[in-house]
C-alpha cells in the first residue's frame, strides 16, 4: 500500500522534473539556432559587403559613346558616329568616376583625356569636392587637361620632389580606389593595353587615402613658395 | 481495480513516448549544432582565407640592401654601403616575388631594374616556370634586362598590337597579383611616387590570370612569323 501510495507521486515528481528538462532543451535549443542564425546573417552580410566590387577593367577600350553619360539629359542616342548602346571599358570606368556624390580625390600622372575631363568637370558643377595631384612635368604638356580644371575652380596641386609622380589611381567618395597603370589619356585609352582595378576592398582603399592626404599635404604650394605651380 | 491497473502502463507508455522524444531533440540539437559549428567555420575560414594577402606598397623604396634576399646563403649581413635590417617597398616586393614556388608570369612595360632581374633569374634556376611579356619597342632599349632573361633560357615575348604593352603585373603561383603603376625600372624603385597593389583576392587574380594567357597566347611568335620579337 505504501508502494502504492508513494508511486503516483514519484511519477508526478519525475514527470515534471521531465517536462521541465524537455522546456529547457527546447530553450537552450531555440537560443542556440537564433544565436546561430545571428551569427551566420553577420558573416553573410559582411562577406557579402566585401563582394560589393571588386571589379577589373582592360584597356585598349572598345570604341562607343559616351555622351548618354556625360550628357545624360540629351535624347539618346546621339547622332555621332560611334556605335551606341554598347559597354566599354571607357563607359565602365566613366560610370564609377560619375558614381561620386561628395568627394573625387585624383592622383594622376598625366591627364590629357577630354572624356574624363568633360567627367570630372561635371562632378564639379555638381558640387562634388575634388582634388587632383598631378605630375610637375606632364602637367603642362600640350593637350594636359589639367588647365581646364584650374580655370573651372577646381584645385589642382603638383609634385615638388620626386622624379616622377607617377601613380594613376582615383578616390570616389573615399571608399571606391580606382588604380592601375592607366594614364588617362586617349593613348592609354583606346590604343595601349592596360588594366584597371576597381575595389572597396578597406585593406586596399585605406592606405591609398592615407597616401592622397600625405601627398596633397606636402605639396601645399605655400609650403613651397619658390615651386612653380605650373598652369 | 481496472483503473488501478491500467494507471502503471500508461505511464510507463508515456514515459517512453517522452524519453523517446526526448532522444529526438537532443539528437536533433546535437546534429543542428554540429552544422552550425560546421558552417561557421567554413565561413571564417572562407573570411580568414579572404584577409590572407591584401598589401599596398608605395614608393620610391627606402634604401636598404636587399643582398640576403637575393643570396641567402651569404653570411649577415654583406659588405656593402647601404644600410642592413631595414625593410623597405623594394625588400616587401622581392619577398613576394622570391616566394614563388611553381610559377611566375610577368607582364611588364620596362624591365630593367637589375634586383628584380636577379631575383627571377633565382626563381628559374630553382626551377620556377617563368613566362615574361614585355612590350615591343622598350624590350630592347639600353638597359633592359629581358636580354639576360632569354641568356638564362627565360621564354620572353613581345607584344604585336597595341601602341604600348603598358601593363605592369606579376602573378605569382597563380594565386598572389602584384600590379600598379611600378615598371620595373630603378628610376621608378627608387626615384618616382608610385603604388602595387600585392592581393591573393579571388574576384581580382583571376581576370590577370585570364588576360595573361590571352596575351601569351595571341602573341606567340609562331603566329607572327614575320614579327620581331627583339632581343
Same mark, same amino acid.
Given at each position: 500500500? &505504501?508502494?502504492?501510495?508513494?508511486?503516483?507521486?514519484?511519477?508526478?515528481? &519525475?514527470?515534471?522534473?521531465?517536462?521541465? /528538462?524537455?522546456?529547457?532543451?527546447?530553450?537552450?535549443?531555440?537560443?542556440?539556432?537564433?544565436?546561430?542564425?545571428?551569427?551566420?546573417? /553577420?558573416?553573410?552580410?559582411?562577406?557579402?559587403?566585401?563582394?560589393?566590387?571588386?571589379?577589373?577593367?582592360?584597356?585598349?577600350?572598345?570604341?562607343?559613346?559616351?555622351?548618354?553619360?556625360?550628357?545624360?539629359?540629351?535624347?539618346?542616342?546621339?547622332? +555621332?558616329?560611334?556605335?551606341?548602346?554598347?559597354? &566599354?571599358?571607357?563607359?565602365?570606368?566613366?560610370?564609377?568616376?560619375?558614381?561620386?556624390?561628395?568627394?573625387?580625390?585624383? +592622383?594622376?600622372?598625366?591627364?590629357?583625356?577630354?572624356?574624363? +575631363?568633360?567627367?570630372?568637370?561635371?562632378?564639379?558643377?555638381?558640387?562634388?569636392?575634388?582634388?587632383?595631384?598631378?605630375?610637375?612635368?606632364?602637367?603642362?604638356?600640350?593637350?594636359?587637361?589639367?588647365?581646364?580644371?584650374?580655370?573651372?575652380?577646381? +584645385?589642382?596641386?603638383?609634385?615638388?620632389?620626386?622624379?616622377?609622380?607617377?601613380?594613376?589611381?582615383?578616390?570616389?567618395?573615399?571608399?571606391?580606389?580606382?588604380?592601375?597603370?592607366?594614364? /588617362? &589619356?586617349?593613348?592609354?585609352?583606346?590604343?595601349?593595353?592596360?588594366?584597371?582595378?576597381?575595389?572597396?576592398?578597406?585593406?586596399?582603399?585605406?592606405?591609398?587615402?592615407?597616401?592622397?592626404?600625405?601627398? /596633397?599635404?606636402?605639396?601645399?604650394?605655400?609650403?613651397?613658395?619658390?615651386?612653380?605651380?605650373?598652369?
Amino acid at each position: 500500500m &505504501t508502494t502504492l501510495k508513494a508511486f503516483p507521486s514519484r511519477v508526478v515528481a &519525475t514527470e515534471t522534473q521531465k517536462i521541465m /528538462w524537455t522546456v529547457k532543451v527546447i530553450g537552450f535549443s531555440v537560443l542556440a539556432a537564433s544565436v546561430s542564425v545571428e551569427l551566420l546573417n /553577420w558573416l553573410r552580410r559582411r562577406y557579402k559587403a566585401r563582394k560589393t566590387l571588386n571589379e577589373v577593367i582592360f584597356f585598349p577600350s572598345e570604341l562607343g559613346c559616351v555622351e548618354h553619360l556625360l550628357r545624360p539629359s540629351l535624347p539618346y542616342p546621339c547622332y +555621332c558616329a560611334l556605335p551606341h548602346g554598347v559597354e &566599354t571599358s571607357l563607359s565602365r570606368l566613366l560610370r564609377h568616376i560619375l558614381s561620386a556624390s561628395s568627394s573625387l580625390d585624383l +592622383c594622376v600622372f598625366s591627364f590629357s583625356n577630354m572624356d574624363l +575631363c568633360r567627367a570630372v568637370l561635371a562632378l564639379h558643377q555638381k558640387g562634388v569636392i575634388i582634388r587632383v595631384l598631378s605630375d610637375k612635368q606632364y602637367i603642362a604638356i600640350s593637350g594636359s587637361q589639367i588647365g581646364p580644371l584650374r580655370q573651372a575652380g577646381i +584645385c589642382v596641386r603638383s609634385d615638388v620632389g620626386s622624379v616622377y609622380m607617377h601613380h594613376k589611381f582615383a578616390l570616389v567618395d573615399g571608399s571606391i580606389l580606382i588604380t592601375g597603370s592607366l594614364n /588617362w &589619356t586617349l593613348t592609354a585609352v583606346q590604343g595601349n593595353m592596360e588594366n584597371l582595378i576597381v575595389t572597396m576592398e578597406p585593406e586596399l582603399v585605406r592606405p591609398y587615402i592615407q597616401e592622397f592626404n600625405r601627398l /596633397w599635404e606636402i605639396n601645399d604650394p605655400l609650403k613651397h613658395p619658390n615651386s612653380v605651380q605650373a598652369f
